[in-house]
Nanobody, 128 residues
């Protein structure tokens, strides 16, 4: 399984960006894809997650309190790709963003060590 993250860039406070995480290989019919971010001098933190199962009509999502109401995670299973729409960006959102895949099931976890597959980072910089 491989993950390809893209969409980062430089944006002003209040702006928007959309990150993409394209999965390839055997992701299975039940999985969780999450976004984590790492800022210089800070610990890696959970941002958002989406859980999907082929028998479900809709996905289950989870958001960190710091991004709730501003970020939206969604999926396109036809590709399959997960998107992170980031609105009302703040300087404190500046970080290297990574997507991660858990194929062990469809229960969302915020623990990074539980994710087996990781994409490369995409840098998000929000200027004040």
């Amino acid at each position: 399984v491989q993950l390809q993250a893209s969409g980062g860039g430089l944006v002003q406070t209040g702006g928007s960006l959309r990150l993409s995480c394209a999965a390839s290989g055997r992701t299975g019919s039940s999985y969780v894809i999450s976004w984590f971010r790492k800022a210089p001098g800070k610990e890696r933190e959970f941002v958002a997650a989406i859980s999907w199962r082929s028998s479900w009509r809709s996905s289950v999502t989870d958001y960190a309190d710091s991004v709730k109401g501003r970020f939206n995670i969604s999926r396109d299973n036809a590709k399959p790709t997960v998107y992170l729409q980031m609105n009302s960006l703040k300087p404190e959102d500046t970080a290297d963003y990574h997507c991660a895949l858990d194929t062990a099931g469809n229960t969302i976890t915020r623990i990074a060590d539980r994710y087996r597959y990781w994409g490369q980072g995409t840098q998000v910089t929000v200027s004040s």
